[in-house]
């Protein structure tokens, strides 16, 4: 009977696409965003977006799904900068971005002459 409630508890449930039991199930949601995030920019890249429509499309389909859980789940910094890394290395297999174009600009706004992801 214990071993039954002690299953329970462990399962935990999920509330507003965020895993909780006791406690927020931090390993867990960090590895379902950063598996869903990179389904959703490999689905981006493949459709063949031009290069403005396509960043746009992953900052509000897949950097959005990041951004939603920040506050909840504690990403490391190296964690992050991991993310970021394999993305512009799917951005490159995909033909979307140069694989020696400048990193930085693909961080800075448009409006100073960047792209914007």
Known sequence: MLKLFQDVKDAGYKYLEVLEA??????EMKDNTRTEYFRQVKRVLRSKLNGGNMISAINIWAVSLVRYTAGIVNQRKDELEAMDRWTR????????LYPRDDVDRLHVPTKEGGRGL
């Open 22 to 27: 006791n406690q927020i199930k931090q390993e």
């Open 89 to 96: 290395k799917l951005m490159t297999t995909y033909n979307s």
